[in-house]
């Protein structure tokens, strides 16, 4: 029988009442206390005019509070719209505006001048906030049923990198799909801790998150990576076994500030697990030697229809530009411009679609957009690439972001994957500059370890031997660092 997550939790609630839950820096919750606080949680979103169907807009933070919050909207019936943590009033209006969104939630009541709605001080969710919701109301005085599969359950935003940001909506059937298809892609054990440093309105750590909280695992949540030592004491938590959810520009910031440090933890790190975006050749190798026990992850996904593949590069390498087998609730098709199946291979690529229980309801008050892109049950995207006989799905680029170079075809991530092998550089990434002869040529854009010169023959050199000559650079330029998204993706539109 299909269960919700929040009825897993009650259920781990009650079976497991003394298993840790949630732990973060602050404080260290047991199922029994994360139910307990939710339940009380409920109540207190009712009396303030949450209701079935309500649009919750939330401010995120990486706090237990927060991950209480995200349960209790569910149980009251509400559907919950995450926000970066870092973000300004006139942004939270104008995403609640766009979602129709009934209540606020969040630390500065200046939002809802700007979009009059229900507002509720986040402060009142932390335990010193005084009047706390989980001091109101007791588990006893809480009503509540368990969401039906068929409920909208969360609404996800977008980062924008192709378009403006949308709303992504899915139901609580799809949530629990989405938590399955991580459980069955890392062959989750069910007592294990998950660190997720990532923010929790991005996909790949509310995923991760969901798929411990069905499983019965432990979160250990963190507040990003720019500060190694919480990460490191993290991976010293008194544990048998610890696994990460790091995505791949995390994977750089820790080695261009921690070295080989995480080679220390090769006998204690089950799994890490990579999403958002291709890891590189060299990080990948990198890393299969200092963990060389450990399964390593890079899955691919989107908002939109969750993990669709995951590969594990330490027991398959070298596979390059492979995402790995269709995850449990997800099919993958090449397709056609036209949305036909086709046979596919590197040579004859198609674009990617994915048919699953785990896709979006669809994109909120957008009916043409989804419609473009959520056929029958199908998700279709603009990304390029093929399947091969053995089942595994290879991605060669983007199709908005392919260059044309006097009418070659070029995926700025084949150069990015090239140059981030070279020595010295820590980041990059290939833009178009106009060229009176070809129209577009490439330019790439690069981060070199600390104090090290840029040599541009000496780079083009390199790359001319790794690279079709159309897709080797013209112009190479030094600069202080790369423009990414808040979730670490390259922010090419920054660039356009």
């Given amino acids: 029988m299909w269960k919700s997550i929040e009825q897993y939790v009650f259920e781990h609630a009650a079976n ?10 602050a404080r260290e919750v047991t199922y029994s206390e994360l139910a307990r606080e939710a339940a009380g949680c409920v109540e207190f979103l009712k009396r303030k005019g949450v209701k079935k169907g309500s649009v919750v807009v939330v401010k995120t933070n990486q706090t237990v509070e927060h991950i209480v919050l995200y349960l209790a909207i569910h149980l009251a019936g509400g559907v919950m719209a995450s926000l970066e943590r870092t973000i ?12 129709g969104a009934d209540v606020i939630i969040s630390d500065d009541p200046a939002a809802v001048e700007l979009y009059p709605s229900i507002f509720i001080d986040s402060g009142c969710f932390k335990p ?37 940001s949308k709303g992504v909506e899915m139901s609580h059937g799809a949530l629990f799909a989405l938590a399955e298809n991580v459980i069955y892609g890392v062959s989750c054990p069910q007592d ?28 250990y949540i963190l507040n990003g990576m720019m500060n190694l030592q919480n990460f490191y004491e993290a991976l010293d938590y008194p544990c048998e076994k610890i696994s990460c959810c790091l995505p791949p ?52 996904g989107s908002s939109e229809s969750g993990i669709v593949c995951m590969y594990n590069y330490n027991a398959y390498p070298g596979m390059q530009n492979c995402i790995g087998l269709a995850t449990k609730n997800s099919e993958v098709l090449i397709v056609d411009e036209n949305g036909n199946e086709i046979p596919s291979s590197a040579e004859n690529p198609g674009l990617i679609a994915c048919r699953s229980t785990a896709n979006m309801i669809g994109y909120v008050n957008a009916p043409d957009l989804t419609k473009q892109c959520l056929r029958d049950g199908v998700f279709y995207t603009n990304d390029i690439g093929y399947k091969d006989e053995d089942g595994f799905i290879y991605i060669l680029g983007r199709k908005g972001d392919v260059i044309n170079v006097g009418g070659m075809k070029v995926a700025p991530s084949e150069v990015e994957e090239a140059a981030i092998a070279y020595e010295g550089v820590e980041d990059c990434i290939c833009v178009s500059m106009d060229d009176a002869i070809t129209g577009k040529a490439l330019k790439l854009l690069v981060v070199l370890r600390g104090g090290m010169k840029l040599d541009p023959k000496e780079l083009r050199t390199y790359l001319a031997d790794r690279l079709e000559a159309y ?11 790369i423009k990414r998204t808040y979730n670490g993706k390259l922010d090419r539109k920054a660039y356009s």
């Fill in 128 to 164: 010193e906030g005084g009047e706390a919701a989980v001091e109101f109301f007791s588990e006893e005085e809480s009503l509540f049923t368990f969401p039906k599969a068929e409920d909208p359950g969360e609404i996800l935003f977008t980062t924008g990198t192709t378009g403006a």
């Fill in 16 to 25: 497991t009442p003394d298993k840790k839950a949630i732990i973060t820096r």
């Fill in 249 to 300: 520009a995390y994977l750089r910031m820790m080695f261009m500030l921690s070295g080989d440090k995480i080679g220390e933890y090769a006998d204690k790190i089950d799994y890490i697990m990579s999403s958002t975006a291709p890891i590189p050749e060299a990080d990948k190798e990198r890393l299969c030697r200092l963990l060389p026990k450990s399964r390593l992850y890079n899955s691919y």
């Fill in 471 to 481: 897709k080797v650079p013209q112009k190479y330029e030094q600069v202080a660092q």
């Fill in 88 to 99: 300004s009033n006139e942004g939270i209006a104008n995403a609640a505006r766009s979602v």
């Fill in 192 to 219: 294990f801790v998950l660190v997720v440093p990532g923010p929790l309105n991005h996909a790949n750590a509310i995923r991760n998150l969901t798929a411990a909280l069905v499983t019965g695992g432990a979160v």
